[in-house]
């Protein structure tokens, strides 16, 4: 049960409206890939749960990523 008035009882979509896919299908301001974003619409709220959580596993990742290649010098 919701306690707060003007909470939404959905998920809202992660998107900010700048879609790119990087080479690995993924949206660059997202983080959801295109198959994700083409089936958010008709998810049921735990699989929208799920993609949030990728999408916090990617973030994660990609931050990891920079930090290993930033430590890096030739």
Same mark, same amino acid.
């Given at each position: /049960?919701?306690? !707060?008035?003007?909470? #939404?009882?959905?998920? !809202?979509?992660? $998107? *900010? %409206?700048? $879609?790119?896919?990087?080479?690995?299908?993924? $949206? *660059?301001? $997202? &983080? &959801?890939?295109?198959?994700? *974003? %083409? +089936?958010? %619409?008709? /998810?049921? +709220? #735990?699989?929208?749960? =799920?993609? /949030?959580?990728? *999408?916090?596993? &990617?973030? !994660?990742?990609? !931050? +990891? =990523?920079?930090?290993?290649?930033? %430590?890096?010098t030739d």
């Amino acid at each position: /049960m919701n306690n !707060r008035q003007n909470e #939404p009882l959905f998920t !809202r979509s992660p $998107c *900010i %409206g700048v $879609c790119a896919l990087d080479e690995k299908d993924i $949206c *660059i301001a $997202c &983080r &959801r890939s295109a198959v994700e *974003i %083409g +089936e958010w %619409g008709v /998810m049921s +709220e #735990p699989q929208k749960a =799920e993609v /949030m959580e990728l *999408i916090v596993q &990617r973030i !994660r990742q990609e !931050r +990891e =990523e920079k930090l290993n290649q930033a %430590g890096k010098t030739d």
